[in-house]
């Protein structure tokens, strides 16, 4: 890969790939922590954790925001699992302790609801994700005024994490600090993550030293139907032999160290497996006294948080299908200086410049992520 000649390049790995070099200067945040809220809680904002672990991000950042602007207090999220009737309750996968630390002073939060309120019926209200300050003054809280009792309901209609206008830095700190400083996984599974990221780097240590991390699930690759989109004519997702392709033609070694967010092997893999023998999933390389727990509880939420979190820290990664995982795994690695992240896209001429691959979150400075950290 190469770069437009003003960009200066310091950094060629040894699986032969050219990288703009990380500054390796310490990323700081570009807000400061909202200012203590002083006024009585008027009111309850409650919601449940749903999808998954991207999701789950989304879904506390717009809640806390809401419950910040309201001056409510925030109920711990249950998880609803895919299934119908899978619950767990919030401490169950995540840090509580380091989640409520975190708010404390911006918005009160609580375990469970006080006996008064949950005989109340709660104020239903569906939420677009990344609620805006104008939806909050003009739907909800004439809503709250009536009943002080929310139920949020967050509905995707867009996955983008690309900065918007904004005039209301209370809101906006808010924000950065519910997306980037309050969710975490509980210690003894971030525990889990870090083995097998250090596996993977043990494993890449006898290579080129590299691992490069992929979103690749053949699950959502079997139903998607990828189509072309931009100037560069890039498709919505990419299948492992147009993955193989990529890797190849953009000049990593046969001996580059994958880690695949697939939990089992299936066979459309072996092409990747070929071309590239040190390609894993997580039932290769997660220590087998925790397979039980993560992969075959049937729980999948445990599973794609191990995704993020190794996704988020490998030295590369590369989102083969779109969506909130690609994003929000972009937030985590820019708001901690890893910007190694490169999108597929066809290949047509051996000069090609490392623009066309860089992540426009990154190369634009689009994400969200560059309006909390600088």
């Known amino acids: 890969m190469r770069v437009a000649d003003s960009t200066e390049m310091t950094e060629i790995t040894r ?163 519910a997306m980037f400083s309050g969710l975490e996984l509980k210690p003894e599974f971030s525990a889990v993550a870090k083995q097998m990221l250090d596996r993977l780097k043990e494993i890449s240590k006898k290579s080129d030293g590299m691992v490069l991390a992929i979103d690749m699930q053949t699950e959502l690759l079997e139903k998607k139907i990828c189509k072309t989109s931009g100037g560069v004519q890039r498709k919505g997702c990419y299948y492992p032999q147009e993955v193989v392709n990529f890797l190849k033609k953009v000049g990593f070694s046969a001996n580059t160290t994958i880690y695949l967010t697939e939990t089992w092997w299936h066979k459309s893999l072996n092409t990747l497996k070929e071309a590239f023998p040190n390609t894993y999933t997580k039932d290769d390389i997660m220590p087998a006294d925790k397979k039980g727990e993560f992969l075959k509880s049937g729980d999948s939420y445990l599973a794609r948080a191990l995704d993020l979190k190794i996704c988020s820290q490998s030295d590369v990664f590369i989102p083969a299908i779109p969506g909130l995982f690609y994003g ?43 309006s909390c950290y600088c």
């Open 328 to 370: 929000h795994v972009t937030g985590k690695r820019i708001a901690s200086g890893l910007t190694h992240i490169i999108v597929p896209a066809p290949v047509i001429s051996t000069s090609a410049l490392a623009s066309e691959f860089v992540s426009t979150y990154v190369s634009k400075k689009s994400h969200l992520a560059y």
């Open 15 to 177: 699986a032969g790939v050219e990288f703009q070099e990380e500054s390796g200067e310490e990323i700081k945040p570009c807000w400061s922590k909202p200012r203590p809220n002083v006024q009585e809680s008027n009111g309850f904002v409650t919601f449940s954790l749903t999808i998954g672990p991207e999701y789950h991000i989304s879904q506390i950042t717009d809640a806390v925001v809401i419950a910040r602007y309201l001056g409510a207090t925030l109920v711990l999220p249950e998880i609803r699992g895919n299934e119908l009737g899978k619950r767990r309750k919030f401490e169950d996968m995540y840090d509580v302790d380091k989640f409520m630390m975190s708010l404390d002073g911006v918005v009160k939060v609580i375990h469970s609801l006080p006996d008064e309120v949950t005989a109340k019926k709660p104020a239903v209200i569906r939420v677009p994700n990344r609620v805006t300050e104008e939806f909050i003054t003009e739907t909800i809280e004439p809503i709250f005024q009536r009943n002080n009792y929310l139920r949020l309901a967050t509905i995707f209609s867009s996955v983008s994490l690309k900065q918007k206008e904004s005039s209301n830095k209370d809101l906006d700190s808010t924000a950065c600090l």
